[in-house]
Nanobody, 120 residues
Framework: QVQLVESGGGLVQAGGSLRLSCAAS????????MAWYRQAPGNERDLVAR???????DYTDSVKGRFTISRDNAKNTVHLQMNSLKPEDTAVYYC??????????????WGQGTQVTVSS
């Protein structure tokens, strides 16, 4: 009963920018941490950036200073602004959220993934 829908992926040249968005909907009582992960072919799914309900952020070292995660609690959305993109940023990006439903249990939910391709 909870869905995460991502948008904003695409093809961009190295040095360019993209903005990913993810909207949560459904039986949501509250949203705890929200995050973006990515998975390149042959690799595991790795954490890119994370933001708590209070706005505290954390980034993997390779994107610090280039990516910015933000959220709008009123709209149940999370964004990832990606600047100075590099070919090694190419991956499928997944939205993740820890959501408390109206059952009062919390679960991790995932979006369907959006492809980001950075050409050199």
């Amino acid at each position: 009963q909870v869905q995460l829908v991502e948008s904003g992926g695409g093809l961009v040249q190295a040095g360019g920018s993209l903005r990913l968005s993810c909207a949560a909907s459904g039986s949501i009582r509250s949203i705890n941490a929200m995050a973006w992960y990515r998975q390149a072919p042959g690799n595991e799914r790795d954490l890119v950036a994370r933001i708590t309900s209070g706005g505290i952020t954390d980034y993997t070292d390779s994107v610090k200073g280039r990516f910015t995660i933000s959220r709008d609690n009123a709209k149940n959305t999370v964004h990832l602004q990606m600047n100075s993109l590099k070919p090694e940023d190419t991956a499928v990006y997944y939205c993740n959220a820890n959501i408390q439903t109206w059952t009062y249990f919390s679960y991790d939910y995932w979006g369907q993934g959006t492809q980001v391709t950075v050409s050199s």
